[in-house]
T-cell receptor
Framework: SQQGEEDPQALSIQEGENATMNCSYK?????LQWYRQNSGRGLVHLIL?????REKHSGRLRVTLDTSKKSSSLLITASRAADTASYFC???????????FGSGTQLTVLP | NAGVTQTPKFQVLKTGQSMTLQCAQD?????MSWYRQDPGMGLRLIHY???????DQGEVPNGYNVSRSTTEDFPLRLLSAAPSQTSVYFC????????????FGPGTRLLVL
């Protein structure tokens, strides 16, 4: 069963705008991660936030985590055409040896 | 480093045929795993391994076998392919002490007719 569910399923914005994607999950977690997948390629790890953290930054990425609501958001600021990809959240729980992925958000950044 | 490599990139099988999807990594990672990705869905874990000689089942293991004779290689075997196994397969690896962050291969696209 899928732990994370992303919202929206698809998002289209203009270059320079900010993009926000949300992820909800069902059970308690050790950490939550975001991955990017370009068309026809493998997944690339973007950022990890632990269950005791509320916000984390990495370059143009900002991730928040609300464990009381079992939700996370990924914000990409000043988007570029190269940010066009699918974005997946993944949760790690228990022994943290398995990741459970959501269904992804397809982001399109128009030049 | 080549990272995580997968072969073949694309394969067509007939129902009932068997094949092995290859995965290798040159980063000396202890943890390796196989996922499948179906349209509109995230990745689902098939099998994983925390080291040579140790394997375990993931969420969707039926119809697949794995073995881990070396640290570098983690092949996935389809014993009798079925159309429901049409999917894109990804192999991933990570060091045990940072096993949350996984490094993915480019994927194998499998079509079972």
């Amino acid at each position: 069963s899928q732990q994370g569910e992303e919202d929206p399923q698809a998002l289209s914005i203009q270059e320079g705008e900010n993009a926000t994607m949300n992820c909800s999950y069902k059970t308690s977690i050790n950490n939550l991660q975001w991955y990017r997948q370009n068309s026809g390629r493998g997944l690339v790890h973007l950022i990890l936030i632990r269950s005791n953290e509320r916000e984390k930054h990495s370059g143009r990425l900002r991730v928040t985590l609300d464990t009381s609501k079992k939700s996370s958001s990924l914000l990409i600021t000043a988007s570029r055409a190269a940010d066009t990809a699918s974005y997946f959240c993944a949760t790690a729980s228990g022994s943290a040896r398995q990741l459970t992925f959501g269904s992804g958000t397809q982001l399109t950044v128009l030049p | 480093n080549a990272g995580v490599t997968q072969t073949p990139k694309f394969q067509v099988l007939k129902t009932g045929q068997s094949m092995t999807l290859q995965c290798a990594q040159d980063m000396n990672h202890e943890y390796m795993s196989w996922y499948r990705q179906d349209p509109g869905m995230g990745l689902r874990l098939i099998h994983y391994s925390v080291g040579a000689g140790i394997t375990d089942q993931g969420e969707v293991p039926n119809g697949y076998n794995v073995s881990r004779s070396t640290t570098e290689d983690f092949p996935l075997r389809l014993l009798s392919a079925a159309p429901s196994q049409t999917s894109v397969y990804f192999c991933a690896s990570s060091p045990l002490d940072r096993q949350e962050t996984q490094y993915f291969g480019p994927g194998t696209r499998l079509l079972v007719l």
